[in-house]
C-alpha cells in the first residue's frame, strides 16, 4: 500500500477524501474541529509538493438529498482560518461548475468540493459516480480513517480508477492500532463502554483473547449481566448477540464487569430526581429501575486494574455521561487512566471523543483515533475496505488526463 510521499503531486490535481464529519451546533457552528486538524498535515504536504488539490467529504447523513444546513461552508471556513489560505468551495461534487474550477486551478490551491451525500450515489458506491469523481483528478489519497469501514463511492470506488495512497492520517492510524492488534506493550487492557453491544461484540470477542483485562461498563455491561439473568432485562436482545454473549464466560479471569451501580427508575423524567437514584449491587435492581453509571465498588476495581497497564485502548463511556448524575464513573476512570503515566493509551469513539472534548482531555492521549466504527472494525481483525482499496496494485484504466 503506498504512502504520501511515494507519488510526484507537482501541477497534479490531487483528489483527497477527507473525514470532515464534524459535529454541529443546532446554528450551524462546529463543536469539534479534531476531524479537521488531523487532516491538516496531508494538505499542507500537499501544497508543499505544488499540487492542486481538490477536498472531498460527507457531513452527518442528508440521506441523498441536498440539505442546506448540511453544506461544508463552516468546514470551509475552518480550513481558511488554519491553513492561512484562500479555499475555494463548490455547490456541488460533480457537474460544470466543478469541471470549470478545477481547469482554473493553479499549482498550491485549494478546492472543497459540496457534501457528498447530496448524492444517493456516494453511499450506494454507485460505479459512474465513483468514475465521474476521478475524472476530476489525477491520483487519490485516502486520508478519511473514520469512513474506512464504509463501502461508498468515495472511499471503494475512486480508487479502482486513480493511482491512489493513504495520507498520514491515515498512515498514523493504521500503524497505531496495528501495534495494539498485533504487538501491545503488556499488560494491556481494554475499557469498552457505550450503548450498543452489537457494534462491539467482535472487538469484546478479539480482547478477550489479546487483552490481559477487558473491562466492560455503559449499556454493553448492562446487556451482558441481562443476558447472563443477573440483573432483570430491560428489552429483548438480538439472538444472534445473545446467543455470542452465552459464550462468555463469566468466571473467564480477564473480563471484569461491575459489581455495583447507580440506579434510577426508568422513566428518567422522574428518576433524574435526588430521591430517586441509589447506589447499589448490581443484584438488587428491581424491574421498574435502570443502571446508569457504575459504582464506588466497580471504580475501584476498574481503577486498580488500569493503574497496572502499560497499554490502555477505551471507547465507551462508562454511564449515561450527558447526564451530571451519572458521568461521575466515566470521569473518575478518566482521571485513573490519566494517572498511569507509563501506560500508552489509545481512545476513540463519537461519545468518547464528546466527553474528552467537553473536558478538554483529548491531549493527555496518546493517540485520539478519528474514527469510532473504523478504530472498532479494526481492532476487532476486520477488512476495512478503504484499506483494502488501497491495497490493489493497480486502477482500472480509464481517460482521467487532460481536459475535465
Known amino acids: 500500500m503506498k504512502k504520501l510521499k511515494d507519488l510526484n503531486f507537482k501541477g497534479k490535481r490531487v483528489l483527497v477524501r477527507a473525514d470532515f464529519n464534524v459535529p454541529l451546533s443546532p446554528k450551524g457552528d462546529i463543536l469539534d474541529d479534531f476531524r479537521i486538524k488531523a487532516t491538516l498535515p496531508t494538505i499542507e504536504y500537499l501544497i508543499k509538493e505544488k499540487a492542486k488539490v ?9 440521506k441523498g438529498q441536498v440539505v442546506e444546513s448540511l453544506r461544508l461552508t463552516p468546514i470551509k471556513d475552518k480550513l481558511k482560518e488554519y491553513l492561512n ?20 486551478m493553479k499549482p498550491g490551491e485549494i478546492l472543497l468540493l459540496e457534501n457528498l451525500r447530496f448524492h444517493q450515489e456516494e453511499e450506494e458506491n454507485e460505479e459512474n459516480f465513483s468514475r465521474e469523481l476521478s475524472r476530476l483528478a489525477d491520483s487519490y489519497i485516502n486520508d478519511a480513517f473514520g469512513a474506512c469501514h464504509r463501502k461508498h463511492a468515495s472511499i471503494v470506488g475512486v480508487p479502482e480508477y486513480l493511482p491512489s495512497a493513504m495520507g498520514f492520517l491515515l498512515e498514523k492510524e493504521i500503524k497505531v492500532l496495528s501495534q495494539i492488534s498485533e504487538k501491545p506493550v503488556h499488560p494491556l487492557v481494554a475499557i469498552i463502554g457505550g450503548a450498543k453491544i452489537s457494534t462491539k461484540i467482535k472487538v469484546i470477542e478479539q480482547f478477550l483473547k489479546k487483552a490481559d483485562h477487558l473491562l466492560l461498563g455503559g449499556q454493553i455491561a448492562n446487556t451482558v449481566l441481562e443476558a447472563k439473568g443477573i440483573i432483570v432485562k430491560e428489552e429483548l436482545i438480538d439472538p444472534e448477540i445473545l446467543e455470542k454473549i452465552k459464550k462468555i464466560e463469566l468466571t473467564n479471569p480477564k473480563l471484569h464487569l461491575p459489581i455495583d451501580g447507580i440506579i434510577s427508575l426508568k422513566d428518567l423524567k422522574t428518576g433524574l430526581e435526588e430521591k430517586y437514584l441509589r447506589k447499589g449491587s448490581l443484584g438488587t435492581v428491581k424491574k421498574e429501575e435502570g443502571v446508569y453509571d457504575i459504582g464506588p465498588e466497580t471504580i475501584k476495581i476498574f481503577s486498580d486494574i488500569i493503574k497496572e497497564a502499560k497499554t490502555i485502548v477505551w471507547n465507551g463511556p462508562l454511564g449515561l455521561y450527558e447526564e451530571a448524575q451519572f458521568e461521575k464513573g466515566t470521569k473518575l476512570i478518566t482521571q485513573a487512566i490519566l494517572k498511569n503515566r507509563s501506560a500508552f493509551k489509545v481512545v476513540g469513539g463519537g461519545d468518547t471523543d464528546a466527553f474528552l472534548t467537553k473536558y478538554n482531555l483529548k491531549d ?13 472494525d479494526f481492532l476487532a481483525g476486520e477488512t476495512l475496505p478503504g484499506i483494502a482499496a488501497l491495497e ?13
Open 54 to 62: 481538490i477536498l472531498m467529504s460527507h457531513l452527518d447523513d442528508p
Open 85 to 104: 489560505l484562500p479555499v475555494f468551495k463548490t455547490r456541488d461534487c460533480l457537474g460544470r461548475e466543478v469541471k470549470d474550477l478545477i481547469e482554473k
Open 364 to 376: 493527555k492521549f496518546n493517540h485520539v483515533s478519528s474514527g469510532g466504527g473504523a478504530m472498532l
Open 392 to 404: 490493489k496494485s493497480e486502477p482500472r484504466s480509464v481517460k482521467l488526463s487532460g481536459k475535465l
